[in-house]
């Protein structure tokens, strides 16, 4: 059993013939697929030795650290559609369903230290006129 070979095919998936368009490009696909899983596997057997823990327990806690990212992404970006988009923000429901929400979940799904991380990174203010409350200090 190579544990670090299975995880990295779990990690990165071979395309399966007709996954890709055109079709001639499948044989590229799949070679760049093998070379994700091998630099996938070599990555994580380099933390395995450097940090001496167990292989799938760090595959594990990449995959939760790239969540958390993607959710902090989606926020900022629900931000964004909502508070920097001019006088016409993004409607609720094409935002609800772009990221998989609800539209009511859309509204408490950011907030003010999203937006003040939004008009930092993009270099302006927000273009909304709702007041919002100050964001909560962060638990020390």
Do not use: W
Request: proline share 10%; charged share 30%.
């Amino acid at each position: 059993m190579d544990l670090i070979g299975d995880l990295a095919a779990i990690r990165v998936p071979l395309p399966q013939p007709g996954d890709v368009t055109p079709e001639e490009l499948y044989p590229d696909a799949f070679e760049e697929a093998e070379q994700a899983r091998e630099n996938y596997a070599f990555a994580l057997e380099a933390q395995c030795d450097s940090l001496q823990e167990d292989p799938l327990l760090i595959a594990l806690g990449n995959a939760r650290a790239a969540r958390e990212a993607a959710d902090r992404e989606i926020r900022h970006l629900l931000a964004y559609g909502r508070e920097f988009h001019g006088d016409r923000p993004y409607k609720l429901e094409p935002l609800a369903q772009a990221s998989g929400m609800t539209p009511s979940g859309i509204r408490t799904a950011y907030g003010s230290s999203e937006i003040e991380t939004v008009a930092r990174e993009i270099g302006r203010t927000p273009d909304s006129r709702r007041a919002r409350p100050p964001a909560a200090p962060e638990p020390s």
